[in-house]
């Protein structure tokens, strides 16, 4: 045997238990491996490696974690208020504290919570602690799945997105939605960073591990400016808990950075329902699978979310998710939103019977108004309940740029496309919607960055963002630019026939133009009615282009529709056909864009 396996062998006898890696060190602290990583750097936290020093090839001992963390606390706490406590292995206090301080510091301290009161109260912003800034964003990064088991990641990620939409309750408490916070999942770079690219002054880092039917949580909240601790937390509860946990974890959370809180939130907060675990855990799964926006996944969270609600026939939120799923699945699947029409609006009735007080079931409720019926005013209805219930909620301010572009509220459609942007940042659908709010208000110049954003975010997206580019670039005149975004979205995909024929238009192109149009009559069987009717505007046709239109009018297929405010048909507002057309979109006729 080696010297230094003998030394290690000895050690290990000496010191206790070993860690023998940085995840378990992490777990053993209840931290992330990047926070142990740079406690090990800047705090001599006592972690040894092994002689051949490779990365990330250590180990540690719990009693010297131990000790390191009951010095760690005699250090942050102050002499004069320092107390006879236990500390368990994170250095929290555990059992009684007892006291024997001088009279005269016990006065001190009155008069100096009296002065910190005070200034708590009059100086609007800023906390008594130390006269720290107060927390008015935060993001939850996702949770740690500590179960070793990658099949387990459907609960850590459901339970990140529980956190989320608990804390989005807070109106005065703007939070990072998921599709940003998932961005930095596993992510090593510092949490400072981090904070900045979300725009947020505080991070949630946390933790879950399941065992049989009980489910270990422990998050803590950092200031992301400084990187500092603020609260440590652990819970663990049966399974069977975990809504009544998540509404706990937020209220504790809501309490450390106190948030003013209503009566009305209040009360959301603290009522929880009583759901099967077996559910709940099918309900996760579907979450899981909801946000991959794909024909497959999609699938899957029908089938388990219909299993959710087949467990536990009152689970609301269960109906209100698979309503979301048909009607997104007949937006990225293979159904088309006919197919999917039937099942989305029964789940979604039943979502509300259940529960009226559930934000995202009014707003499925809104979308389904809106690109089944066309029904503008009770869709606006919808989405107002939503955010009545819940203000942050990201969805309902997305769904409401919408529709507010639709009716022609462009100004308002930003606002809320903007509370969207900063709800969740990294969103590239956010960004790419967003620039198309601002090409339809005629804000060209402003619109492209977005647009550009969402290509940084998502080159995926390229198809999309690139014909939207193409659209800016022709209402500015530069045709050149908007042939050259056309040609990069149809790398993609099919090359858009009816925006080549109305660019060539503008460009006095007429001849093939109108090949283009005839070739795509002949070809589709089901023709772009406003891509053909838009190519005729560009021809001057404005008869042939009302006759597309009323077509369009008349067939009330579901979908979008913003003929009403699109650009391309400005030169037919004057027409005396064109409120009759508007009316029967069913779009109110005060759609015409405030001038930008």
């Not at 994170?90 to 006291?99: E, K, M």
């Not at 949580?217 to 601790?229: E, S």
């Not at 789940?347 to 089944?372: F, G």
């Not at 009316?583 to 864009?593: G, S, V």
Request: hydrophobic share 40%; glycine share 6%.
């Amino acid at each position: 045997m080696s010297t230094d396996s003998r030394k290690t062998d000895q050690t290990t006898s000496s010191a206790g238990t070993r860690l023998d890696s940085w995840k378990e060190i992490a777990t053993y602290l209840n931290r992330h491996v990047t926070t142990v990583r740079r406690w090990e750097k800047h705090e001599r936290l006592p972690v040894h490696r092994h002689v051949h020093d490779k990365l990330g090839s250590v180990y540690a001992f719990r009693e010297e974690l131990d000790s390191w963390l009951r010095s760690r606390l005699s250090q942050i706490e102050p002499q004069h208020h320092k107390t006879d406590v236990t500390v368990d292995p994170t250095g929290q206090p555990v059992g009684d504290a007892r006291t024997s301080r001088p009279i005269l510091i016990l006065g001190s301290a009155v008069a100096l919570y009296c002065a910190t009161l005070l200034v708590y109260i009059t100086v609007p912003g800023w906390w008594v602690d130390g006269g720290r800034p107060a927390i008015r964003s935060i993001a939850v990064l996702p949770l740690e799945n500590l179960s070793g088991d990658p099949e387990e990641d459907y609960l850590s990620d459901g339970m990140t997105d529980a956190l989320i939409g608990r804390l989005a309750q807070f109106r005065t408490l703007r939070v990072v939605s998921r599709t940003s916070s998932r961005t930095f999942k596993d992510s090593r770079r510092p949490l400072p960073e981090i904070a900045r690219a979300l725009g947020v002054d505080a991070i949630v880092q946390g933790s879950v591990h399941r065992s049989g039917d009980r489910i270990r949580v422990g998050v803590r909240l950092i200031d992301g400016q400084r990187d500092a601790h603020l609260w440590t937390r652990d819970y663990e509860r049966e399974m069977k808990d975990s809504l009544g946990l998540q509404a706990e974890l937020a209220q504790a959370i809501g309490a450390e950075i106190r948030i003013h809180v209503t009566p009305p939130e209040r009360s959301r907060m603290t009522s929880t329902e009583t759901i099967s675990p077996a559910a709940y855990q099918e309900y996760l799964i579907g979450r899981y699978h909801l946000w991959r926006d794909n024909e497959e996944n999609l699938q899957k969270a029908i089938v388990h979310f219909d299993r959710a609600t087949q467990i536990d026939p009152r689970f609301a939120a269960a109906y209100a998710n698979l309503a979301h799923a048909w009607w997104k699945r007949g937006l990225w699947g293979e159904m088309g939103l006919t197919a999917t029409e039937s099942p989305a609006r029964a789940a979604a009735q039943k979502a509300l019977h259940l529960d009226d007080a559930l934000p995202e079931a009014h707003v499925i409720q809104a979308e389904l108004l809106r690109l089944y019926d066309r029904d503008l005013i009770r869709a606006e209805k919808s989405i107002q309940r939503a955010l009545a219930l819940q203000a942050n909620n990201v969805d309902a301010h997305y769904s409401y740029g919408l529709l507010l572009m639709t009716v022609g509220r462009l100004d308002e459609a930003i606002t809320h496309m903007k509370l969207a942007e900063q709800l969740d940042p990294l969103s590239p659908a956010i960004q790419s919607d967003l620039g198309r709010v601002l090409y339809r208000a005629r804000k060209y110049d402003d619109a492209i960055p977005y647009l550009n954003r969402a290509l940084d975010l998502e080159p995926a997206m390229g198809r999309v963002v690139h014909t939207r580019l193409a659209d800016v670039y022709e209402q500015m005149g530069q045709y050149d630019r908007a042939l050259s975004a056309l040609q990069l979205a149809s790398r993609t995909g099919r090359p858009d026939a009816m925006r080549r024929a109305r660019l060539l238009a503008r460009m006095g192109n007429t001849e093939e133009a109108r090949r283009l149009l005839e070739q795509h009559r002949a070809d589709s069987a089901e023709p772009h009615l406003s891509a053909v009717a838009a190519a005729y505007v560009a021809l001057g046709d404005k008869d042939r282009a009302f006759e597309y239109l009323f077509e369009l009018s008349a067939r009330r297929d579901p979908g979008p529709n913003f003929v009403a405010v699109d650009p391309s048909f400005d030169t037919l507002r004057s027409d005396r056909r064109w409120e009759e057309l508007v009316r029967r979109l069913n779009q109110p006729h005060d759609t015409r864009p405030q001038s930008p």
